[in-house]
């Protein structure tokens, strides 16, 4: 899996807290799409690797987890998606190896210093794991 470091104290005290809010991940996300889109793409996949540590922490329910991927979806949606068109001919199994391949290139990516790919390679995993 990603190995995920958690350098921000915001991180770790939505982390401490009793549940995540979804709202709080929600955020992160929306600040990580207009950091991509403004070229700061360091800022970009910082934004994403904190969002996965959330996910992947304990504080984090199958409710929470639902609701990215419906946020996912809505931040992802394109009339023309050829990810999507894929994920509808192969079966979870196949879906899930891709995602996990995905991030492992996000995280070799971020820690060689390419943080355009980094984060590209994590936003295509993020619309494989969107429903």
């Known amino acids: 899996m990603v190995s995920l470091l958690l350098s921000d104290s915001k991180v770790k005290k939505m982390m401490n807290s009793h549940r995540l809010s979804i ?16 070229g ?4 970009a996949i910082d934004d994403k690797r904190e969002v996965m540590a959330l996910l992947n922490s304990k ?24 990810i999507n068109d894929h994920k509808l001919k192969i079966d979870k199994v196949k879906i899930n190896n891709i995602v996990d391949l995905l991030k492992q290139k996000s995280d070799e990516k971020f820690h060689r210093g390419d943080y355009k790919g980094a984060i590209r390679a994590m936003r295509r ?3 494989y794991m969107a429903n």
């Open 59 to 82: 504080s984090c329910d199958e409710f929470i987890i639902a609701k990215f991927k419906k946020e996912l979806s809505q931040i992802h949606a394109s009339k023309f998606d050829l």
């Open 125 to 127: 995993a993020e619309k």
């Open 40 to 43: 700061n793409f360091k800022g």
């Open 23 to 38: 709202e709080d991940i929600v955020n992160q996300i929306k600040s990580s799409e207009i950091k991509f889109r403004e």
